[in-house]
């Protein structure tokens, strides 16, 4: 037996190599797999090292709070891509546009006629998913998957908008495979293509149902601190 340590590695390196060990299993290349870190509250002292170690694609849930910790070193971050991935008011809409590359929570028509509104007035579109609450927890945001083909058949229609995917957050106390299976079959009869699921507790089992993007916090960061008290919308 040796006794020489294992070479350290970062909380992103192990979680990467997760990923790209449960993709493999499941016979997907591990580039298929887009790691999200997601940075809600989190200090800055922590996000800094995942930068200078590479990590350019980041969740947050919150516009006010995305904006106060990314508008200034976006500037320094061409290759910056910020997502959204907690609900959004309509009277977000201008701001998550023109701050947020891609929008995750996309989950009734006003917010679609916002977002279609707001695109065209900043002469930017973000990408977009649609999110399903597929354990049709009453708390939850997200359209039910069984008006998700509808909802998703008017983006394109009467918003002209082109989304790109799914999210779906499962109940906490189920086995979440159940959920993104679903989640893959609806995306699969709608023809979207990304899959954002899987977080901390479940991301090798979302991988392995098919994710294309894993939000990731509490793995990559430490546990979070409290949520603010905000007025923002929860
Ligand atoms: C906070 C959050 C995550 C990350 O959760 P962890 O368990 O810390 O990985 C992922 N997705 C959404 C929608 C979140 O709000």
């Keep these: 037996m040796s006794n020489s340590a294992p070479p350290a590695q970062t ?5 990467l190599a ?3 060990a449960a993709a ?8 298929e797999v887009t790691l999200v870190a997601v940075s ?4 800055w002292s922590r996000i800094e090292p995942i930068l200078a170690e590479g990590q350019r694609i980041f969740g947050e849930n919150r516009v006010q709070e ?4 990314w508008s200034e070193p976006r500037q320094a971050l061409p290759d910056l891509e910020l997502r959204l991935i907690g609900p959004l008011q309509t009277n977000k809409a201008d701001e998550a546009v023109g701050l947020f590359d891609v929008i995750e929570s996309l989950d009734r028509d006003r917010l679609a006629r916002a977002l279609a509104d707001a695109a065209q007035k900043a002469g930017r579109a973000p990408r977009l998913y649609v999110q399903v609450n597929t354990g049709e927890e009453p708390q939850k ?22 989304p790109e995917g799914l999210m779906c957050i499962p109940p906490q106390d189920e086995p979440p495979g159940p ?7 609806i995306a699969g009869r709608t023809g979207l293509a990304q899959l954002s699921m899987g977080m901390s507790g479940d991301f090798e089992t979302a991988v392995r149902f098919g994710a294309t993007s894993v939000r990731v916090g509490s793995a990559l960061f430490g546990e979070r601190a409290p949520a603010l008290p905000t007025k923002d919308p929860v």
């Design 141 to 162: 945001a997200g359209v039910l998957p069984d008006a998700a083909d509808a909802f998703i058949h008017d983006l394109r229609r009467t918003y002209d908008l082109a």
């Design 24 to 31: 493999s299993e499941a016979g997907r290349a591990p580039s």
């Design 179 to 185: 959920h993104f299976a679903l989640l893959r079959k």
């Design 18 to 20: 997760r990923i790209a």
């Design 11 to 15: 909380p992103r390196q192990s979680v």
């Design 66 to 69: 995305a904006a106060a910790r």
């Design 40 to 43: 809600k509250q989190q200090p």
